[in-house]
């Protein structure tokens, strides 16, 4: 089992910046990939940023140049650095952690809202 606590959402105005933290805890060895995802009211679960099985990164289009994922691995944690918000910004922003074929297995964190203003 793999833990997953966010921290750092909040409230922010039209063009500022938030960080989001992911804490990751357990059978950390069984990982090989970590993301963010987002959910807006009504809307579906989407990408945004991510670490590939083989260590790469990827981002959403929407958030491409604006927003940045990095990891600090000592501490089992990764980061979301979101700059130049936007009001479509605004969403539930989720962990996850996913464990490779063949007992794959996707787990998520318990969600951190993000709210952006005009």
């Known amino acids: 089992q793999v833990q997953l606590v966010e921290s750092g959402g909040g409230l922010v105005q039209a063009g500022g910046s938030l960080r989001l933290s992911c804490a990751a805890s357990?059978?950390?060895?069984?990982?090989?990939?970590m993301g963010w995802h987002r959910q807006a009211p009504g809307k579906q679960r989407e990408l945004v940023a991510a670490?590939?099985?083989?260590?790469?990164?990827n981002y959403a289009g929407s958030v491409k140049g604006r927003f940045t994922i990095s990891r600090d691995n000592a501490k089992n944690t990764v980061y979301l650095q979101m700059n130049s918000l936007k009001p479509e910004d605004t969403a539930v922003y989720y962990c996850?952690?996913?464990?490779?074929?063949?007992?794959?297995?996707?787990?998520w964190g318990q969600g951190t809202q993000v709210t952006v203003s005009s």
């Open positions: 996850n952690a996913d464990r490779p074929p063949p007992d794959a297995i996707r787990y």
């Open positions: 670490f590939t099985g083989d260590g790469s990164t």
């Open positions: 357990g059978s950390i060895s069984s990982i090989n990939a």
